[in-house]
């Protein structure tokens, strides 16, 4: 009997070594991490599951992600589409939709005027960012802010993004 169970406690212990071993070896592939960095993890629970999206097409208006304390908001999809309707909107300005709490001041442009037929779709574009875009800040308010539309032109956007 003892000689089984010691037969047995070694192999837990060989079988600890080996996976541990392997979890190091997952988080170091790829060559030595830069000063200042640690390397990313996927979990087998997937903080994306409990994915939320919001959209707006009002002139202006804001899409915020609010703050959760102690979560970071990440940005996973972002859509943009330009129409103008039927009358069509007089050529102005090339407007920008612009964003707070995530790297680089991310910001997109939006034409104006009849680019196309009114009554159009002039523009639509989708960006994805599959593992999340990270807001830099944890805990703070993410926003996506709409262009300044001209009249006979809406501006839509639809964001998705979860907390981690």
Known sequence: M????EGLLIGILIGSLVFSYN???AQTQGGPMPAGTSPATQTATRADAG???QSTSA??????FNAIPGLTFYLTEFDVSNSEDATGPAVGAVETISTSNLPGSIAWTVPTGPATTPGTNTQT???SYPTGLKS???G???????????THQ?????????YA
């Open 140 to 150: 703070t308010a993410t926003s996506i802010t709409n262009a300044t539309t001209v």
């Open 125 to 127: 574009f989708q960006v």
């Open 2 to 5: 003892r000689k089984y169970i």
């Open 154 to 162: 809406v501006v839509r956007i639809n964001a998705c993004g979860f």
């Open 136 to 138: 830099l800040v944890p």
């Open 51 to 53: 994915i939320q999206c």
């Open 23 to 25: 979890i190091v070896r």
């Open 59 to 64: 002139s202006a208006t804001a899409i915020t």
